[in-house]
């Protein structure tokens, strides 16, 4: 526990001076909600619908910093930290490597945690946003989320070859899931077209329920994704601790 202690506070330090996971896990999910409130305001979602157009993106943009952290930060540092040879190194030493890729998830997490925060409090101080289903299930399909995006994240950086291979893998799985999946752009206005491209998408999936359990819909619109994300995090989980390479 000592050991990972201290992992945690210099990978941290390390983390939060290289601002990449500030921008992309704390301050985009935050812009994205003041973009989102100035333009959208308190109009409802849809004509005759509950909630407004806020209410019903919260979800999505609560799972910006889950997306940055698992499918971009995780497959780098764990590809860097190959090639440079220091998981081969902890592998001689008290702390084994695997205690190192925790800390990683860890830090990850507390950056999601942190932007849900940072979210919630700009959506209902800023522009009244209400949360309208139950916190308890947002929780379990956050967790649930979560675990699967940081699943694929380490599955591609434990199988890439080199840093410059993972980042490859990472964008092409980062980039189109964050602006297709209904991240930033609401999937809601997408064209038909679009929208089918969308659903084959894991995050798509995800923020399916991470909405379904912000607005308190009916539980059964909710079993095909929470279906598709535990799928996803035992299959990507189970592959990256078989094939995982430590160096």
Do not use: H, N
């Amino acid at each position: 526990m000592r050991a990972f202690k201290t992992l945690f506070r210099t990978e941290l330090k390390l983390s939060l001076r290289g601002m990449d996971m500030v921008i992309f896990a704390l301050c985009m999910p935050l812009a994205v909600v003041v973009v989102l409130g100035a333009v959208f305001g308190g109009r409802p979602a849809f004509e005759g619908a509950g909630y407004t157009f806020l209410e019903q993106s919260f979800g999505a943009v609560s799972a910006i910093a889950i997306c940055a952290g698992g499918v971009m930060g995780l497959p780098l540092v764990i590809a860097d930290y190959r090639g440079k040879k220091i998981l081969k190194r902890f592998q001689v030493t008290p702390t084994s490597p695997a205690t190192l890729l925790f800390v990683q998830v860890a830090i990850y997490a507390l950056y999601a945690l942190a932007s849900l925060a940072l979210v919630f409090g700009a959506a209902t101080l800023l522009f009244g946003m209400r949360f309208m289903g139950s916190a308890a299930a947002f929780g379990g399909a956050y967790l649930l989320v979560m675990v699967s995006m940081f699943s694929i994240g380490v599955l591609v950086g434990g199988l890439a070859r080199d840093y410059r291979s993972a980042g490859m893998l990472a964008s092409l799985l980062y980039f189109p899931m964050l602006v297709f999946s209904g991240a930033t752009l609401p999937y809601e206005v997408m064209p038909p077209i679009m929208q089918r491209i969308a659903d084959a998408m894991p995050l798509t999936q995800g923020i399916k329920l991470l909405k379904a359990a912000s607005l308190g819909l009916p539980a059964e619109g909710a079993l095909l994704p929470a279906a598709v994300m535990a799928a996803l995090a035992l299959v990507c989980g189970g592959v990256a601790l078989r094939k995982f390479r430590w160096e």
